[in-house]
């Protein structure tokens, strides 16, 4: 992964943070790219709980050295991410009180999975469930699910 980044890296030349996705090939176990964004993924900070984490690869790359062993969480651990804003809605969609009143009080840390360094970022997620919300409330019923 690190000879892919590397190249993109120089053929993009992004300034900042790049999203790749990429897939192995069955049949010879290289990397393909898919596509490329120049923005962190949404769930970029995630990396270590969905076993995809960059940051090893990236701290090779920015110190020219070779990349560490991936981090990984214990597999004993059951880790429930509450992805914001998609649980929030979940717990309208569901009824889950519970759940959203977790949202509003903090608990879990559930606050840690906000955007806190990004004033706009914040204020458009509290905007998308608002309409989302307002959707919801003039059809009359629930939202409808955006699960497979």
């Known amino acids: ?14 300034h900042g943070f790049a999203n790749i996705t990429a897939v192995r090939d069955p049949a010879d176990g ?11 993924n ?18 090779a790359i920015l110190e020219g050295a070779p990349p560490g062993p991936p981090r ?3 597999t004993s651990l ?5 992805v914001y804003p998609n649980d929030v809605l979940r717990c309208f969609d569901e ?6 009143g977790a949202w509003v009080l903090n608990l879990d840390d559930r606050w840690r999975w906000l955007p806190r360094g990004d ?10 469930i608002c309409r989302a919300l307002g959707r919801t409330l003039l059809r ?3 939202r409808p699910s955006r699960r497979p």
């Open 1 to 14: 992964m690190v000879d892919l980044a590397t190249q993109i890296g120089a053929r993009a030349a992004p």
């Open 30 to 40: 290289r990397p393909l790219l898919i596509e490329l964004d120049l923005r962190p």
């Open 42 to 59: 949404a769930l970029f900070h995630l990396g270590q709980m969905l076993d995809a984490d960059v940051a090893p690869t990236l701290r």
């Open 72 to 74: 990984r969480l214990a």
């Open 78 to 82: 059951d880790v429930q991410v509450p």
């Open 95 to 100: 009824r889950d009180w519970r759940g959203l």
């Open 119 to 128: 004033r706009r970022m914040r204020r458009a997620l509290r905007m998308h």
């Open 140 to 142: 009359g019923g629930s």
